[in-house]
Structure formats: C-alpha cells, structure tokens
C-alpha cells in the first residue's frame, strides 16, 4: 500500500468542495504504486483517484506533467485527465503536499501479461510516441543516465541490498559512460512503462498512468523500460521470447526504428535496468518504516542487467 501521507477528512472535504463532482462518500488507500499517496475517492458525482506528490516528484514540474496529459488526451491517447476545480486549476495543496484529482481509469493492472496483452502495450507505448513527437513541452530526465551515479551514491552501502552489488554498479556506470549513445530519436517519453502503470480489460488498453517520471530521452529507451518490464519472470532471470517478440511487434507497427536504434537496444536495456536497480536499492534501504508501501525488490533487476550483457541479447528485441 502506498499511502505516505494522510488526508484529514476536514481537510479533503474542503478539497473536494472546490470542484463540481459533488461530496464525499469514500476515500480508500490504493495498494499499488510506492512513489506517490494514492487514494480512491468516491463522491456523489462519480470515482477518482487522489494523488499526494511525494518525494520524487517537484511541485515545479506538476504544471508539465497537466500540459503532457492534455495534449496525449488531445491526441487520443487513453490517459486520465486531471480535473480541474471551479477556478480551472488542477493542481491543490492537501495535508502539505502538491495534490491532482485525477480522473479514474477503468482496466486492471497485470502481473503477468501475455502475448497478446504485450502486443497490445506495444502498440500502445509506439502510438504514445507517435503523439509525442509534435509535442513541444520539454524535461529534464532527473532519472536519466547522467543522474544514476549519484543515485548510486545516494543509495548508501549497496553492498548491504545484495552482497558484491557495489563493485557491479560501479563497472555497469563506467562501461554505460564509455558507450552510451549521444544521438538518438528522442521526445519526452514515459519513462516507466511497467505493467502496472497500463490498465487494461483483456488485451484492450483502456488506460496510460503515472507519468510523474515523464522526461526527454531517448524513444528506444522508453521501449527498452518496456521491454524489460513486460518480457520477464518475476525473477529477472528468464526473458520469454514470446511476450518480447509480441511487444516488439506491437510498437513496430507504430514506429520504424532506426538501425543506430536496433544497434543500441541491448546497451540501453542494460542502463534501463540500471536505472531500476538503483532506485529500488535506494528504497530498500530508505523506506521510512511507518509508510504503508511494499519495497520492490532490487535483485530482478540485476538479473534482468546480466540477461542483457549476454552476447546473444540483441536476439531478445527480435520482431519475429
Ligand atoms: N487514473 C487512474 N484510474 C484508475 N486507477 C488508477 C489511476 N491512477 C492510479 N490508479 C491506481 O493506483 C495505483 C497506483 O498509481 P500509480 O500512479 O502507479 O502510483 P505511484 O506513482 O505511487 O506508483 C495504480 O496501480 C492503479 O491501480
Ligand atoms: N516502476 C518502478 C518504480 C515506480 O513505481 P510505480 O509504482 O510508480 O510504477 C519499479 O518497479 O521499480
């Protein structure tokens, strides 16, 4: 559960008093997630989410997120809209923190997708990108490559997460420094593509969620993110060729990639993991121990890093 902050009731009748849906029936804590406070609200005008930024997110980049939402919804893309109160401002001040009422999405959230669902995503993630290319909003990857070294250090003792990880991820940084690419397609991008941030009803996508790490990078790093995260056991150690092959499709008839793009695959995938690896070190060992949250475990991203350094991994991005 990832509720960090609570919302007095007081305080979220005011809130919702400042919006035409109507009062109060239910606020519910949401299970999933761990970056924000999430909450399910129920009011006699309908069902939404309640989102409280917490620390990865800067207040001064709420206004982006609002502008990319509006325009991936101008483009029909299927995210939710944030409502915006009487005087047509969407973003709030709740019990301290930044706060969006968020219009709720129908769909569930998978663990383990299949090949359809995976196809579908695909398709999703290169018609999201097709839309992102006309968009002129721009941010800063505050998780990006050049970010992970001091998340790394950030983290504290990485050898107390999974013994012998710190000297891996300090060889990891040094080779990803030597042979990173510097010239790529790239758009503000997702960034975080896992599946539990795609709502779906069978192998329909009814919902894009949680762009709060949304950034400027490279579009084949946003589909490596992707692929890492739909193509795996849960473990990280086994890439199922048929969910890979499946996504690779799905976005393949949206977007051509490039052959510098092909190339660079297995490389970016290794950072994407990288990336998460980190991050989730970094809440293993700072989770404040009174946050109802579940940490996510850093070691199925180490393997998915292992997968992708194996000579054969350009053969995980095959499309058929
Ligand atoms: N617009 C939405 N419609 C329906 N459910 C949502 C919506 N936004 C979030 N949720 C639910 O809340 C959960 C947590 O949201 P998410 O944005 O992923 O949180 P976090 O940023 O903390 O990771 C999602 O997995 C989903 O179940
Ligand atoms: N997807 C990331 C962490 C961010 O969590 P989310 O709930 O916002 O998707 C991970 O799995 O490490």
Request: with cysteine; glycine share 8%; net charge negative.
């Amino acid at each position: 559960m990832a509720v960090y902050t609570h919302v007095e009731p007081d305080d979220l009748a005011a809130l919702v008093a400042r919006y035409d849906i109507g009062t109060v029936v239910s606020c519910k804590g949401i299970a999933e997630g761990v970056e924000n406070s999430n909450f399910l609200l129920e009011t006699t005008g309908g069902r939404f989410i309640l989102t409280l930024y917490e620390k990865r997110v800067s207040e001064g980049d709420l206004p982006f997120f609002v502008d990319l939402l509006d325009h991936l919804a101008s483009r029909n893309c299927p995210v939710p809209a944030m409502i915006r109160d009487r005087e047509g401002d969407a973003i709030q001040q709740v019990s301290g923190r930044s706060a969006c009422v968020i219009q709720f999405l129908q769909g569930i959230s998978l663990t383990q997708p299949t090949p359809g669902q995976c196809e579908a995503a695909g398709a999703a993630l290169g018609a999201m990108h097709r839309a992102l290319e006309t968009y002129a909003g721009a941010r800063e990857n505050s998780m990006g490559r050049h970010h992970w070294r001091a998340v790394a250090e950030g983290a504290g003792n990485l050898d107390a997460v999974l013994p012998g990880l710190q000297a891996i991820v300090d060889d990891e940084l040094r080779q990803l420094d030597a042979h990173w690419p510097s010239d790529l397609p790239a758009h503000v991008i997702h960034a975080d593509l896992f599946p539990d941030n795609v709502l779906m009803l069978g192998d329909r996508v009814t919902g894009l969620i949680d762009f709060y790490f949304a950034a400027s990078d490279f579009r084949a790093y946003d589909l490596v993110i992707t692929h890492a995260s739909w193509a795996f056991s849960a473990d990280g150690k086994e890439c199922d060729p048929a969910r890979a092959r499946a996504l690779m499709r799905g976005y393949a008839g949206e977007i051509s990639l490039t052959e510098a793009e092909i190339a660079a695959l297995p490389l970016l995938a290794r950072g994407a993991s990288l990336r998460f690896l980190l991050t989730r070190a970094h809440d293993w060992i700072h989770t404040p121990p009174d946050a109802l949250v579940t940490r996510k475990d850093p070691s199925p991203f180490l393997a998915r890093l292992q997968r992708y350094s194996t000579p054969d991994a350009a053969e995980l991005f095959a499309v058929a």
